[in-house]
């Protein structure tokens, strides 16, 4: 069958869930191994060594790579023991962000895009999550790309226990509506708009709302930047989470209000779909892919640095019942049209295309 290869594999991390779901659909086929250069502890089981990429059991098929950051070794692997590959773009975090923060992992990002220019006339077939970053792809010269959501596994929230533990600290918070936001703590993540906003939320409409983030952070300086503003913009008792388990996560949708993310890109947001399915109604900025994620299913925001605009916003999605039962429902059957019993067929499908003769039934974004 595929192998496939990562940059990064970590859990809870929406790219390694996905080549994860991949490698199961493709072992019901034969075997298939899934490479990475950074493997965290817990994955090193399941996740084999990019060092061991030249012995992989399926040299005589592309290899399907996921691109979303660039690296040195793993372009170095590809280069040296594939002459086909089939491309799954995830996107690329625009540099800018990081440069303060973390250098180096602002130039891993410019030569990413460097990488992917060198690769072209290896790819056999691509794939992107979004019509955005689809047109990236046609950017750097691909063309013919397929869009295939990155296979939300939807049900291991939905389908989870709440932990009781994290349920019963939750109800410490007070009555007030929780506003959920998941997402780790990276500079174009703009946590940083959450606080503001939520603020004046409290400020201004609803002293008793409280915020909930979770995610992990990645870079020292920035999330103490997060805790400083955290502290210093007025905003009471914010719970910054950071790593949790399914069912802990399951516990803080169930008790949530309102899910909000102002990040500044994004090339799918995974988080949205999984609010959406969990019931709680989002508000979101509209940058990048999350326009096209998000669609009539909740509201967008046109300028995320107005706190004022998305505290105001907040509150209506908060207080005027017939809004919240119709943003859920639209966000119910946008998650389902997009989890992972309908997009992995989808992406399998597109993945095997170069091996078989037929149509394929993926959507397709038109070359501009």
């Not at 790819?123 to 792809?137: R, W």
């Not at 779909?273 to 326009?291: I, S």
Request: aromatic content about 6%; overall charge negative; some cysteine.
């Amino acid at each position: 069958m595929l192998d496939q290869v990562v940059v990064g594999a970590a859990p809870g991390d929406a790219i390694t869930r996905s080549a994860l779901l991949v490698q199961g659909a493709l072992r019901a086929l034969g075997p298939s191994e899934l490479y990475a250069e950074h493997r965290e502890e817990h994955l090193l089981d399941s996740v084999r060594s990019i060092s061991d990429l030249a012995r992989r059991p399926n040299k005589d098929r592309p290899l399907v790579f996921h691109a979303s950051i660039g690296s040195w070794p793993v372009y170095r692997a590809l280069v040296e023991n594939e002459q086909e590959i089939v491309l799954v773009y995830h996107n690329f975090s625009p540099p800018e962000f990081f440069a303060e923060f973390a250098p180096e992992v602002a130039g891993d990002l410019i030569r990413g895009r460097w990488e992917l220019a060198q690769l072209r006339p290896r790819v056999v077939a691509s794939v992107a999550d979004s019509d955005y970053n689809a047109q990236e792809l046609y950017e750097l010269g691909y063309s013919d790309v397929t869009v295939v959501p990155p296979t939300p596994d939807l049900g291991r929230l939905t389908g989870a226990v709440p932990d009781p533990a994290m349920l019963a600290r939750i109800s410490t918070w007070g009555p007030g509506p929780m506003v959920l936001c998941v997402a780790q703590q990276l500079p174009h993540k703009r946590i940083e708009r959450v606080l503001a906003a939520m603020a004046v939320l409290q400020q201004e409409f609803l002293p008793d709302a409280c915020l909930a983030v979770v995610g992990v952070g990645r870079f020292d300086q920035y999330s103490r930047a997060v805790q400083v503003m955290s502290r210093t913009v007025g905003l009471r008792e914010p719970h910054f989470m950071g790593r949790m388990t399914d069912a802990e996560l399951a516990a803080l949708y169930l008790r949530a209000s309102a899910f909000l993310t102002l990040t500044e890109h994004e090339g799918f947001c995974v988080p949205v779909v999984e609010a959406m399915a969990a019931g709680v109604p989002v508000v979101a900025a509209a940058r990048a892919a999350l326009p096209g994620t998000v669609g009539d299913a909740g509201i967008l925001v046109d300028d995320p640095d107005d706190p004022v605009l998305v505290a105001g916003l907040l509150h209506r999605v908060l207080t005027d019942l017939h809004l919240r039962h119709v943003l859920m429902g639209r966000g119910a059957q946008r998650a389902r049209s997009m989890a992972a019993p309908v997009s992995l067929p989808q992406l399998v499908d597109a993945l095997l295309a170069p091996l078989q003769v037929g149509d394929r039934s993926t959507e397709r974004v038109p070359a501009p």
